[in-house]
Every structure is written in structure tokens, then in C-alpha cells.
């Protein structure tokens, strides 16, 4: 009986009369499908249960502006009081232009991802309008978005979290409603690509997920609890393998790990190798904590989690972490030209911000001139393993250079930059030359040049952003002028005492 309880409040009820009517005369915008079942239907309803949920959710624990939030979706009753706990991170004052929301599909699989044109959604607390600009790029720009409205008319994981919003943030928003119909982690990194650009300061990402489903009360707890701290390496990796794992315990009952899985590995894809983001669990139940309607022998996880920037934008390496740094690459570059074997590294007393996932080039010289150059820009890996597969990369596969030679070790300079993540910029004065590192990217194709070339070469910004496009992305001189520019900075450090021949 309770399995049956749970399954009607995690699926889809009818629209009531009322709300059919309205989408007769308003065909376009998406009407509620799930008030009344999963929420209350009337406004004041709502607005009270919404409000019970919030005095007694979990404090604010983030320390800068909230990037992102994993929260569940479930009928409220079971899983409202995780979700305020989830929502009770945003500042209210906070102005987002967008609310990005993604879900996965509970009832159609069509390989893309979904993202709603066809007007607003409505809820019982009023409209709230869709971005259809934004939509419609996203459609004509990536294969990997489509127009389906089918997907958005009865999902209910959209639905959901669209009052939590409305009652939470202050100022005026627009969404971007998105439903994933694939299992494919290759799809749902090219949905991260296409979404890269807008994963920035002025959007909010809300991934909509419930986790565990079905197993007994304490196999929920372990699985949710290695499946969340998987999500919070940061690091679709760890978190595919975590899923993986789960599966092979053969646990009775476990139909899912997480039931939106692709839409949280989709969000990974955004923020791998970005270390100015912290991933908090804020709260966790499940469905039998919640009485008289839960029982304890199968139950559904609940996790909200919040991903914040950290108070720094970035980092600083000590002098002993740069040191140890460069001991890999020189130590790394000496073994593997001479025997073509890879020294271990033993992290053990290795600081946290060799730790941290970095992105990182390696450079190397002779006399000044470049010997190589290869790099990482979002890495899945600790910095310091980063650092040993540049230098072998930077080596023997730049192929610009022939692969360095025995007889040319004593003489190769090494230079290490370790990077911040990149954004998306609006205009090229925001470049700063000598400061700031360019990627340009159209289409497939895309280059970089690290900050310090342009001080190496004294170039202007147009010459800057000239080369680039015509001698590493292979677009024309003038071909950044219609292409995605991104910018980052690098901590930059070298030998001390370049090697003579």
C-alpha cells in the first residue's frame, strides 16, 4: 500500500477541469498537470505550505553567490521539506536573469534534450515566463536540444520546483525549462556544451532529482550518502562509476540511484575543473522519515545540494606547492624521454591545492625559443596529475615541434600556468592583455593563447585575438569576430634557474 501511495505522488495526476479549460483558451503556455496531487491547488494553500517548509529548513551554509541547486521533486508532502532546505540557500535580494531547470524525462526517451517554446508555465501563484529567445538558440545551435512539448506537458519535475521559486526570489526571472530524454552520458556532455556559455553569474542552475528509489530505509541511506558524495567531487567520473557501483551490489529493491541522473552528470559537464565552486549537502531524508505517509520498507532518497563560488575567485600556490610541481614536470620530463616510463606519485602530504581539479599548460624552451606548449583547460584529474601528463604531452605530442630529444633534457626551460576557469565574455574590451588568456571557439573548432604571450610578443588586442584565430583555431584573421571568446588568467611560475646546454 505504501508503494502504491508513493508511486501517486511521484507520478502525474490529470489536470483538473479548470486547468483543461485554460488550455483550451491558451494553448501555448504549459498549465499545471500536478496541482492538487503534488501541491496544493489553490494560491493560499501553497503560499502557507511553502512557508512551513522554509521556517524550519536548514540555515544558509553558503559562503558566496549560489551557481547552482540539486533539489527533489516529489510530491511536497514527502520531499517539500528537503527542497526548502535546498532553496533556503539563494539570497532573495539576488537578481538572476535566468533560472535554467533541468529534468529528465519520466516518460518519453528521445535521445536530446527538450527545451520549452511554446509560451509561459503557469502555476497556482501566477506565470512565470520562459525564456523562448534563449530556448530557441539553444535549438538552432546545438543537434542536441529539440522542440518536443510533448515531454514538458505531464512532467512534473519542472512543475515542482517552479513555487519554490516564485515565493523564494525577490526580483523578476525568466526560465529555461529543459527535460532530458537520454541516458547517454556523451549526449548529456554535448547538452553541457551547448549550455557552457550561459553557466555563469547571472543564471541559476536548479537540477531537478529525486535519488534512491524503492530500496529498503538503511540501503537508501548508504546509497544516497555515496552517491551524493560522488555528485560533490565535482567530477563526472566519480559520479558515472559511483552509479555503476551501486548497480553491481545487486541492493533489493534499488530501481535508481538517482532518477535524474543525466541531468546531474550534465551539470558535472558544466562545472568540472571549475575550483571556485563548493558543493555543500544541505540536507537529506527519505520518504520514511516522512509520517504517517512513509513506511520504512521501500522508500525514495531526497538530497538538496547546493553549489556556491567560493569568496576568492581563485587560488594561490605557496612556494612549496610550486616547487613540487615543477619536481614532477622536470622529474616526469627526465623519465619519460630517456625510458619512456611515467615515475609514480604518491600524493601522501600533498597540499589541497595540488589536490583541487585545475586546469594547467606545461611550456617548454630552449634559448627562449618554444620547444612546447600543451594543455588542460578542464581537467577531471588533481592538478598534480595534470601537470605530469602536460609535461610528457608538452614533450612528445605538440605537433608543431618533433618529439624532444635525449640530448636536448639539459637544455629544456620549463614553465608551468595553472589556470582559472574560463567565461564567456560580451565584448573584447574586457580582455586584458597580458592579464587575461583568450580561447576562441566556432563551430568544432578553437584555440588558445595563454596570457603571457601576448606581453612575449607585444602585440595589440587585435593582433592578439588576429593570431589566435588564424594560427590556432584555423578560422581567419577575422574570424573571432563571429565566435564564442572566452577569457581566463593563469599563475604563472618557472625554474629558477633555467638549464644550460
Known sequence: MARLWLYFLLSVMPVSGINQVSMQSNKKDRQPAVAGSFYPSDAAGLKKMISGFMASAKPDQTTGLVRAIVVPHAGYVFSGGVAASGYNQLNPDQVYKRVFILA?????????????????????????????????????????????????????????????????????????????????????????????????????????????????????????????????????????????????????????????????????????????????????????????????????????????????????????????????????????????????????????????????????????????????????????????????????QDNRFQPVKVQEIESIHVEISVLTPMHKIKNISEIQLGKNGIYIKKGVQGGTFLPQVATDTGWTLDEFLGHCARDKAGIGWTGWKDADIYIYEALIFEEDIPKKK
Not at 287 to 297: L, M, Q, R, V
Request: hydrophobic fraction near 35%; proline fraction near 6%; charge should be negative.
Open 104 to 396: 529528465s524525462s519520466h516518460r518519453f526517451s528521445f535521445g536530446k534534450a527538450s527545451v520549452y517554446t511554446q509560451g509561459d508555465y503557469i502555476t497556482p501563484l501566477g506565470r512565470v515566463p520562459v525564456d523562448t529567445e534563449i530556448a530557441n538558440e539553444l535549438i538552432r545551435n546545438s543537434e542536441a536540444f529539440t522542440d518536443y512539448p510533448e515531454a514538458h506537458i505531464t512532467e512534473h519535475s519542472i512543475e515542482v520546483q517552479l513555487p519554490f521559486l516564485q515565493t523564494r526570489l525577490k526580483y523578476p526571472f525568466k526560465i529555461v525549462p529543459i527535460v532530458l530524454g537520454t541516458q547517454v552520458p556523451a549526449v548529456c556532455e554535448h547538452i553541457a556544451d551547448a549550455l557552457k556559455p550561459y553557466f555563469n553569474s547571472e543564471n541559476l542552475f536548479v537540477i531537478s532529482a529525486d535519488f534512491s528509489h524503492y530500496p529498503a530505509y538503511e540501503d537508501a541511506v548508504k546509497v544516497d550518502d555515496i552517491t551524493a558524495k560522488a555528485f560533490c567531487t565535482n567530477s563526472p567520473t566519480e559520479f558515472i562509476n559511483a552509479i555503476r557501483n551501486n548497480d553491481k551490489l545487486r541492493i533489493p529493491e534499488l530501481a535508481t540511484s538517482m532518477c535524474a541522473w543525466p541531468s546531474g552528470l550534465t551539470l558535472l559537464y558544466l562545472t568540472q575543473g571549475n575550483n571556485t565552486l563548493l558543493f555543500n549537502k544541505i540536507d537529506y531524508k527519505n520518504s520514511g522519515d516522512i509520517k504517517p505517509y512513509g513506511d520504512k520498507a521501500s522508500v525514495v532518497g531526497y538530497h538538496a545540494i547546493c553549489i556556491s563560488e567560493s569568496k576568492t575567485s581563485g587560488f594561490e600556490l605557496t612556494d612549496a606547492d610550486k616547487h613540487e610541481l615543477m619536481r614532477i614536470a622536470r622529474s616526469t620530463l627526465d623519465s619519460y624521454i630517456r625510458n619512456r616510463t611515467i615515475p609514480p606519485l604518491n600524493s601522501t602530504g600533498y597540499s589541497e591545492n595540488l589536490k583541487m581539479k585545475a586546469g594547467a599548460f606545461v611550456t617548454l624552451t630552449i634559448d627562449g625559443n618554444l620547444r612546447g606548449c600543451i594543455g588542460s583547460f578542464e581537467p577531471d584529474i588533481p592538478l598534480y596529475k595534470v601537470i605530469q601528463e602536460m609535461a610528457i604531452a608538452a614533450s612528445t
